[in-house]
Every structure is written in C-alpha cells, then in structure tokens.
C-alpha cells in the first residue's frame, strides 16, 4: 500500500528557533499534500494543500509566513515552522494524495516542543 | 460549509461486545466519507471508504459502516471488538473538486474492557 513518511517524528526547539518537518511520499509520486495540526484530544485542523511546484494553499487563520511550506518534487513536501513559539506546540501530521485514488495517505506524525 | 458531527465523545465496550460509532454530516450533495482509526502518537490509518455505489462498505480489521442518505449518516460498526481496537476514531468527509480536502469529525475514544 501507499507509505508515507515523516520526519522527525519527534522535535523538541527553543523559542525563537525555527524547525522543518519533512513529508515523503514513499512508493507513488504525490501530486498534493496536506498539512495538519492536532492539538491533543482533538481532531485533525487542516492547516495547508501543496501542490508539486506551485504555492501551498493556506486554511483561513493560518499563518502562510510562520508556516512555510514548500513541495519542491512529487515525493517530499516540507512544513518549516519559522519564530517556534510554545504555543506552536503540537502533533503534526501530513498526508500525501496521487491522481488515482480520492483518498489521502497519512504519515505518522511529528511531533512539536517548544520551550 | 460542511461539518462532521460525532456525537460520543467516548465510548466504552466489552471485549467481544458490538460496536456502532455515530457520524452525521451536514452537505448539500453525496460527499466521499471516511473512517480512520488512530492510535496514540501515531497517525492515521484508514478503515473504510464510501465514494459511491452499495451502501454498506467493509473494511479492515472486521469494520463496515452503512451510508445513509436520508439520515446524513455513516456509522461505523464491529460485532465484536477486540482490546487492540481501543484508539480513537475519526469521520472524514471529502469533498468532491476540492483536491480532496478532508473535514473531520471531533472524534471519538473507544475504550475496550476485558
């Protein structure tokens, strides 16, 4: 089945810092991804769509500059939460989309510490 | 906008016991419909899909859920779960032309005891 990695799956960044999370899509070639945040005992917020080669589309009260995503090829997709703020603590999770299926394949996770 | 309402927050069963998990949606046409399970720091795995066509859907580890038009809704059920079933559960709906962008539910907690 369709595999989709993240990585790190765990981060801890002092304030101010800035950090990447990576998203690979790892045996089919992913037109679109997604980003969410999860904050804990809640459901999944969709923060972001990207599409190979073009600018990410934000949700409405995102923060297109703190959380910069870039889809450089059809396997890797990278969330950099720039300025990290405790605040910014959370569980975030990727899912990559190919042409065929109209569904979304998830990847594990990472998660986020800022103290 | 469309919404995904799952109305138990959380849910505890017997080991064995049977399984129905509550998901209404609120949508002006058939949306694609989702159930996905997830376990503690982990992401989500997908149970089951309903895209269009028989309206009771199976999928993995003894899952089905029946889509009810009439109703606006697509509970999930097992007729009897196992402990490793405990995990959270979520409803997803998809939208069609929308890339498939995902609006989901609030989730619920299913709790299994032995």
């Known amino acids: 089945g369709a595999v989709v990695s993240q990585h790190p799956s765990r981060v801890i960044c002092k304030s101010g810092t800035s950090v990447k999370i990576e998203c690979r899509s790892l045996?089919?070639?992913?037109?679109?991804m997604f980003w969410y945040r999860q904050f804990p005992k809640k459901s999944l917020m969709l923060m972001a769509t990207?599409?190979?080669?073009?600018?990410?589309?934000?949700e409405q009260g995102v923060e297109k500059d703190k959380f910069l995503i870039n889809h450089a090829s059809l396997t890797l997709s990278t969330l950099t939460v720039t300025s990290a703020h405790p605040e910014d603590s959370s569980f975030y999770i990727c899912?990559?989309?190919?042409?065929?299926?109209?569904?979304?394949?998830f990847g594990p996770g990472t998660r986020l510490t800022v103290t | 906008a469309q919404s995904v309402t799952q109305p138990d927050i959380h849910i505890t069963v017997s080991e064995g016991a049977s399984l129905e998990l509550r998901c209404n949606y609120s949508?002006?046409?058939?949306?694609?419909l989702f159930w996905y399970v997830q376990s503690p720091g982990q992401g989500l795995q997908l149970l089951l899909k309903?895209?269009?066509?028989?309206?009771l859907v199976q999928g993995i580890k003894g899952f089905e859920a029946e889509f009810k038009r009439s109703q606006s809704s697509f509970n999930l059920r097992k007729p009897s779960v196992h402990w490793s079933d405990a995990a959270e559960y979520f409803c997803?709906?998809?939208?069609?032309?929308?890339?498939?962008?995902?609006?989901f539910g609030t989730g619920t907690r299913l709790q299994v005891t032995l």
């Open positions: 997803a709906v998809g939208l069609t032309g929308t890339a498939s962008k995902l609006t």
């Open positions: 949508y002006g046409a058939t949306p694609y």
């Open positions: 990207s599409n190979e080669g073009s600018k990410a589309t934000y």
């Open positions: 309903y895209f269009s066509g028989d309206t």
């Open positions: 045996d089919f070639q992913a037109t679109t």
């Open positions: 899912s990559a989309r190919d042409q065929g299926p109209r569904e979304q394949y």
